[in-house]
C-alpha cells in the first residue's frame, strides 16, 4: 500500500506533463503554420508596406495573434520582416518569431 502511494502520484504526475508536451507541440505547429502563411501573404502583395501591420488570425485561430516589424538589411536594397506570433498554452504567453528577406523595390517599380 505505501508503494501505491509513493508511486502512483508520481505517475500521475508524468502523464500530465506528457500530455502538457503535446499541447505545446501541437499549439506550436498550427502557429508557425498560422505566421508562414500571413508572412509569405504580406511578402508577396507588399501589404507589409501599407497595411495593418498586426492583427488576429481569422476563426477558429482567433486567440493566435501576429505582428510584423519591418528592418533595414545588411545588403542595400533588402528589408528584413520579422513577424511575432503569440498564443496561449496553459494560460501562458508563447512567443514564436519568422523572418524573411523581402525587396525594397515596390512590385509596380520592378516591372516599370
Known amino acids: 500500500m505505501l508503494f501505491v502511494a509513493l508511486v502512483l502520484p508520481a505517475a500521475v504526475y508524468g502523464i500530465r506533463m506528457a ?5 505545446v507541440s501541437q499549439r506550436k505547429i498550427t502557429a508557425v503554420q498560422l505566421g508562414e502563411s500571413k508572412l509569405s501573404e504580406l511578402a508577396a502583395t507588399d501589404e ?9 488570425f481569422p476563426e477558429p485561430w482567433s486567440d ?5 516589424v519591418s528592418e533595414g538589411w545588411t545588403e ?4 528584413e520582416l520579422r513577424m511575432e506570433v503569440t498564443y496561449l498554452v496553459r494560460q501562458r504567453q508563447q512567443t514564436l ?8 523595390v515596390e512590385e509596380t517599380e520592378a516591372s516599370e
Open 19 to 23: 500530455g502538457d508536451a503535446g499541447a
Open 48 to 56: 507589409w508596406r501599407r497595411g495593418q501591420n498586426f492583427g488576429a
Open 64 to 68: 493566435y495573434q501576429w505582428k510584423v
Open 76 to 79: 542595400a536594397g533588402v528589408t
Open 97 to 104: 518569431f519568422l523572418t524573411t528577406l523581402v525587396s525594397e
